[in-house]
């Protein structure tokens, strides 16, 4: 398979087959971002389809050597903001402290192993988890899911979402402390 560079050069040069090779290769990471920065299947996949979209139309600014899947979520993270924004479908959010940016919370995992009814309890907590998500405030929301789900570099996150350093850390220490009390019942549950 060709790598990004290869494709995004013959994606300039007018190749339709490049673009549906990238589409492709990038369309469930774009939608999964949606789905977990909105909530909604239906309007993430009309965010993934415009993200596509946009890239497609954007083909001349496109630099070869420009990391592609940063520059894809980059579209899908601002189509999924002004989503949140026309819409205004949330419901009042948590207060959330506002605490030193250099106080970083590592939020632990608990190890699910396996058992007949591991695949119902990894769906529910999954369900559980998107709730969670959907009532943090969508710049907490989103960072957290780009690092912790997506798993990008607080650099990434910050060239993603086109601010500085600290405030991508700042906001996933606050994203990790709402969730934390957000899930507190499961977490418990599942370290029993």
């Known amino acids: 398979m060709k790598d990004d560079e290869e494709l995004i050069n013959e994606f300039k040069n007018g190749s339709i087959e490049a673009f549906v090779t990238i589409t492709r290769k990038y369309q469930n990471a774009v939608m999964g971002l949606a789905y977990r920065f909105i909530g909604d299947y239906d309007e993430a996949a009309e965010i993934a389809q415009e993200t596509f979209v946009r890239f497609y139309g954007r083909a001349d600014s496109i630099l070869p050597s420009a990391r592609l899947l940063n520059y894809l979520f980059t ?23 506002n605490e030193s940016d250099d106080e970083l919370y590592s939020m632990e995992t ?22 969670a998500l959907m009532k943090l405030p969508p710049v907490l929301r989103e960072a957290v899911i780009l690092r912790d789900i997506k798993e990008y570099s607080y650099e990434d996150i910050a060239d993603i979402t086109e601010t500085e350093l600290g405030t991508v850390r700042s906001r996933i220490n606050r994203a990790r402390k709402l969730l934390k009390k957000l899930l507190a019942d499961i977490y418990t549950e599942f370290l029993l």
């Not at 579209?75 to 949140?84: D, G, S, W």
């Not at 608990?110 to 709730?131: F, G, K, N």
């Open 110 to 131: 608990a190890s699910i192993e396996y058992m007949p009814d591991a695949r119902v309890d990894r769906t529910e907590l999954s369900q559980q988890i998107q709730i």
């Open 75 to 97: 579209i899908a993270a601002n189509l999924a903001r002004t989503e949140l924004r026309r819409h205004r479908r949330l419901e009042p959010l948590p207060e959330y402290d």
